[in-house]
């Protein structure tokens, strides 16, 4: 297992976390438990502050708090000086229950409910990305109502095809997402917002997936999508003041993964930007990016209690774990592969083959399809790495289990900021 972060083996031969044996945090916070490497975190951040920063043109970072979001996270963002991306009705209250800033806070979504714009409105919101036809008579509606004024940027899709799973990408020409640069009626749909008394428009948004690792893909957006700007100042009159380019940046899983320069990758879209505006003489004041599974997937770290091991008369040797699919449905959703280790035995030799199963009613509930690890006893602690974007956020209580805790870990320092659910937070909504 690759080992991220402050993540390192102490003389027991256990894996340490924010120098913090993981086996004892296991024993005293239970399992299955999210781990969170808070400096790690911090670095990350930092690695996106030095990289996307360029002498003429205003940037901004937006923390996407749909790859894993607690009141605690996004305080850590606040301090960091981010800002943040927020899609629903639960995100926002998060924020809100946290005082983030709500000038702060940009509102995504392709289907935001009424009741969810009057929260993000009422909360201060004002950056507000605008998915469709629909939404921009509601939010100007609402606007006009509240007499509230907003600024917008309008979700467009560059009809990309990023390399990455079909699930995650966002931005083919059927995606679900934004309005088509290829719309015939784009100039009518944009002099609709620039129309509103209570709308500024400010310019687009896009993002073309998730999990992105060749930096070709996020440069063919930027040569797409300057090349739509430039056609609407030409055809609509309309000059963009900002583009937000999106997330979508991709990080080590496995040995199968080619990593992305993430500095590289910044630094060439920025100069991207920069050449294409002068060839062309535009002009965009401010790129803004937000990124999210970048920023935290590699921060996070389950574990897991052994309990059973079982050898199918097929061939296979499973590890049975006191969660699943659960705690982590990506490699059931996505064939997603992690890579694991048995944290009380680091330094044993890695001898047997198993599948990670968890404990769910459903032959799916994999963790990990195929790992070499030591021989694996019962009470072992399992470590499964890079838990921390879409794990803990697509957490579901299947077969009524308990969501984990959740504990940051810094400095031999260890905090919960989400308690494990009970036996009554299960049937907290029940009714007779
Ligand atoms: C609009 C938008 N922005 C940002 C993100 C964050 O993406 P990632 O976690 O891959 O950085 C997503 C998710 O794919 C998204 O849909
Ligand atoms: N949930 C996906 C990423 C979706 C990104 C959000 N648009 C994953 O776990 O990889």
């Known amino acids: 297992m690759n080992l991220h972060g402050t993540m390192s083996i102490n003389e027991m031969g256990n894996?340490?976390?924010?120098?913090?044996?993981?086996?004892?945090?296991?024993k005293k916070y239970g399992t299955p438990l999210y781990v969170f490497d808070v400096k790690n975190i911090k670095n990350n951040i930092n690695n996106f502050k030095v990289g996307f920063k360029h002498p003429k043109i205003e940037t901004e970072i937006i923390y996407a708090s749909k790859a894993f979001l607690t009141i605690g996270m996004c305080k850590?963002?606040?301090?960091?000086?981010?800002?943040?991306?927020?899609?629903?009705?639960?995100?926002?209250?998060?924020?809100?229950?946290?005082?983030?800033?709500p000038n702060k806070i940009y509102f995504h979504g392709n289907n935001k409910t009424i009741e969810e714009l009057i929260l993000a409105l009422n909360y201060g919101v004002n950056k507000i990305i605008i998915d469709n036809e629909y939404e921009i008579e509601l939010v100007n509606?609402?606007?006009?109502?509240?007499?509230?004024?907003?600024?917008?940027?309008?979700?467009?899709?560059?009809?990309?095809?990023?390399?990455?799973?079909?699930?995650?990408?966002?931005?083919?020409?059927?995606?679900?997402?934004?309005?088509?640069?290829?719309?015939?009626?784009?100039?009518?749909i944009i002099s609709s917002i620039t129309d509103s008394y209570h709308m500024?428009?400010?310019?687009?948004?896009?993002?073309?997936?998730?999990?992105?690792?060749?930096?070709v893909s996020f440069i063919k957006g930027?040569?797409?999508?300057?090349?739509?700007?430039?056609k609407i100042k030409l055809t609509c009159s309309y000059e963009t003041k900002e583009l937000n380019l999106g997330g979508g940046f991709g990080v080590?899983?496995?040995?199968?993964d080619s990593e992305l320069d993430l500095n590289s990758c910044l630094k060439n879209m920025l100069s991207e930007v920069n050449k294409i505006s002068k060839e062309n003489n535009i002009t965009i004041p401010k790129l803004?990016?937000?990124?999210?599974?970048?920023?935290?997937?590699?921060?996070?770290?389950?574990?897991?209690?052994?309990?059973?091991?079982?050898?199918?008369?097929?061939?296979?040797?499973?590890?049975?774990?006191?969660?699943?699919?659960?705690?982590n449905p990506r490699t059931a959703l996505y064939d997603a592969i992690y890579e694991g280790a048995i944290a009380n035995?680091?330094?044993?030799?890695n001898t047997n083959e198993y599948t990670i199963a968890g404990k769910c009613c459903e032959s799916g509930d994999i963790v990990i399809k195929t790992i070499t690890l030591p021989k694996a006893d019962k009470n072992d602690i399992l470590a499964v790495a890079s838990t921390g974007a879409y794990n803990y956020s697509m957490a579901s209580n299947y077969n009524r289990l308990r969501k984990p805790a959740v504990v940051f870990v810094e400095n031999g320092k260890s905090k919960v900021v989400v308690k494990r659910e009970t036996y009554d937070d299960i049937i907290r909504n029940d009714t007779l």
Request: proline content about 2%.
């Open 15 to 26: 894996l340490e976390i924010g120098n913090i044996d993981t086996v004892n945090l296991a």
């Open 252 to 256: 080590y899983y496995s040995k199968e």
């Open 288 to 327: 803004l990016i937000e990124p999210g599974r970048s920023i935290v997937a590699n921060s996070g770290t389950t574990l897991y209690k052994v309990g059973a091991t079982k050898d199918t008369f097929g061939g296979k040797s499973f590890i049975f774990v006191d969660g699943g699919m659960a705690d």
């Open 76 to 101: 850590l963002i606040e301090e960091q000086g981010l800002s943040l991306d927020v899609v629903s009705g639960g995100e926002l209250y998060t924020a809100k229950k946290a005082n983030f800033p």
């Open 141 to 188: 509606y609402l606007c006009t109502e509240l007499d509230q004024n907003v600024e917008v940027l309008l979700r467009v899709n560059p009809g990309i095809e990023a390399h990455t799973h079909e699930y995650i990408q966002t931005a083919n020409n059927d995606s679900k997402f934004g309005i088509s640069i290829f719309n015939e009626n784009i100039c009518d």
């Open 200 to 215: 500024t428009l400010k310019g687009f948004h896009y993002h073309i997936g998730s999990q992105i690792l060749d930096e």
């Open 222 to 230: 930027i040569e797409v999508m300057m090349n739509f700007v430039k």
């Open 345 to 349: 035995k680091m330094t044993n030799e």
